[in-house]
């Protein structure tokens, strides 16, 4: 009798927390198969490419370590200014209509499937402005892709300042300008840098859009222009995790992916290390 | 710095222009298949773009498939392990699951792809009994992974955000702590939680990588219309396959942009409609 009282006194939240176990579980499980999987193939052979034939492989990782970074910081520097304009048209110039304006219009941005900005930059900069397979083509997707993030974010490290501090900056008669760089830099700043590497994270992790706009399969190295293809680590993985019938190929598609997540995982957790740090600063 | 102003002004017209440009540029894409086939595509069935049929049901179906059992799977995971950190454990378990969930979501597609072809296919290969494990299920499962943390992330935020105020009164007036769950915290949580769902769902529909490297790639409609263990196609895996081979100008090629529209459409319409469930509460 006892063990049914208890069970009908618990039974919701003991179904919750069976519901809830495989979200408790899996980020761990996930993590740990891609490390074992991936760590004990990532050699200086493997990163080099000395003494290996074959499949693309010949060349190493170097190669594409450089394209996904070529890629993303491309991407951010050439959404940074766009963003932080936004930001500051936003907060200075915009009525309040024209403010909700272009908050639907992020949130429209924003709901557009990467894929589609892939297709878009391959009709429009691939085929229409004769970029060809490029990394300048790529570069630009990705800025579209990541330009909603970066201005969300920026808006909300201006929104975070106080009124007060604006209205006492104004009253000492500070322009524009003055008020931008003397004021809110010096308060804005951690949030957008925040932004700027979860931007930097995403690009990262983007494939699709540039997987037929920016990047070819295998043989560079070190772009010789931006209107040249790279190669990536994320579109490698790609390839090489099709290859079925050749189990080393595989396992260097996962020593690929434990690299790209290092390098995901180092921008997205600074990112929110910083953003912690922040926090307890403010609340402080 | 008498630029500042028309540079603000340039940098923000510039931008309406690309929301603008998108979808333009996507309709002129598409424009001569849709001249060539018409709107009756969309219920077509078969698509063998040589013989020039291109039928966009079986993909849509498939989209759709994935994304319905996606959901229904990560929905009730997510809103429970919320309910589970934020009502029932330690702030520190809470904040644990919490940086677990923000690596999960940091975790690039593609790899999800590598863990879905490589780990998930033989399990369900082995499990189903299947020829290959390629499947709507499949791509339906690592679709759930991919989107849990956005909808435990955003039910996490939306539980923490009911006031204490409003648990103690619910205490104090004697309710169980299921009632409170049921009758106070959910029902304010829940504009926040659909929200994220609807997040989570234009963010499924839009997944390419992973989709691709598990469903199968096989254009044509499941048999009967239930089964999800056979391959199958998403308007996502449909394009990421065959861009590459379409060539600029073809009828195939604006097929796939017409593809992308569609996309970017549905994608536009379930933000919209967040959009406009938003304001009104």
């Not at chain 1, 936003?90 to 209509?97: D, Q, S, V």
């Not at chain 2, 399990?123 to 849990?148: C, E, N, T, V, Y």
Request: hydrophobic share 55%.
């Amino acid at each position: 009798m006892m063990f049914w009282k208890v069970l009908k006194q618990y039974r919701v939240k003991g179904l919750l927390i069976l519901i809830s176990l495989p979200a408790l579980v899996l980020p761990t499980i996930c993590l740990v198969y891609i490390l074992w999987q991936g760590l004990p193939v990532l050699n200086w052979q493997t990163l080099s490419g000395e003494g290996v034939t074959g499949f693309g492989l010949e060349h190493g990782m170097f190669g594409q370590i450089w394209g996904s970074l070529l890629l993303m910081l491309g991407a951010n520097v050439l959404a940074a200014p766009v963003a932080l304009g936004l930001a500051l048209f936003f907060n200075l110039y915009a009525n309040h209509n024209t403010q909700r304006t272009i908050f639907t219009l992020l949130h429209l941005l924003q709901s557009i499937p990467p894929i589609v900005y892939g297709l878009f930059g391959l009709f429009v900069f691939v085929h229409l402005l004769h970029l060809g397979i490029s990394l300048l083509a790529g570069m630009i997707i990705l800025a579209m892709i990541i330009l909603p993030l970066l201005v969300l974010n920026a808006l909300h490290a201006l929104k975070a300042i106080s009124v007060e501090q604006t209205e006492s900056a104004r009253s000492l008669g500070l322009n524009d300008m003055q008020l931008i760089c003397r004021v809110w830099a010096p308060l804005a700043w951690p949030t957008m840098l925040t932004g700027q590497l979860l931007g930097m994270a995403r690009a990262l992790s983007e494939t699709a859009p540039i997987l037929f706009t920016a990047t070819v399969f295998s043989g560079v190295l070190w772009p010789s222009s931006i209107f040249e293809p790279v190669t990536t680590l994320q579109t490698h993985i790609f390839y090489l995790a099709q290859e079925g019938g050749n189990a080393h190929v595989v396992s260097i598609a996962w020593g690929a992916a434990t690299l790209l997540i290092t390098l995901v995982l180092l921008f997205s957790l600074t990112a929110l290390l910083l953003r912690r740090i922040d926090q307890h600063h403010r609340i402080s | 710095m008498i630029l500042l102003k028309p540079g603000l002004y340039l940098i923000t017209s510039f931008i309406a222009l690309l929301v603008l440009a998108v979808p333009f540029f996507l309709v002129q894409a598409s424009a001569p298949f849709w001249a060539s086939a018409g709107i009756k595509v969309l219920t077509g069935t078969e698509w063998f773009p040589y013989e020039m049929l291109f039928g966009m049901l079986p993909a849509i179906i498939g989209s759709t498939w994935a994304i319905l059992i996606a959901l229904f799977i990560a929905i009730p995971c997510g809103v429970a392990t919320a309910i589970v950190t934020t009502e029932l454990v330690s702030s520190s378990l809470a904040s644990a699951t919490r940086m677990g969930m923000e690596v999960l979501a940091a975790i690039p597609s593609i790899v999800y792809g590598l863990i879905g072809l490589w780990l998930l296919l033989p399990l369900l290969q082995s499990s189903f009994d299947l020829l290959s494990g390629h499947s709507l299920l499949a791509a339906g499962l690592i679709l759930a992974l991919m989107i849990l943390p956005l909808i435990t992330l955003m039910s996490m935020d939306a539980l923490r955000l009911v006031s204490n105020t409003q648990r103690e009164a619910g205490m104090s007036l004697g309710l169980s702590w299921e009632a409170l769950l049921f009758r106070v915290l959910l029902p304010q949580a829940w504009p926040a939680i659909r929200g994220g769902i609807l997040l989570a769902m234009g963010r499924a529909l839009g997944e390419t990588m992973a989709v691709m490297l598990v469903v199968g790639s096989l254009d044509r409609m499941p048999e009967p219309i239930m089964n999800i263990l056979q391959p199958a196609q998403t308007l996502t895996s449909r394009i990421g396959r065959e861009i590459g081979e379409a060539a600029f100008g073809s009828i195939h090629f604006s097929a796939l942009m017409a593809c992308g529209l569609l996309l970017a459409l549905i994608g536009l319409s379930i933000s919209l409609f967040a959009h406009t469930r938003v304001v009104k509460a």
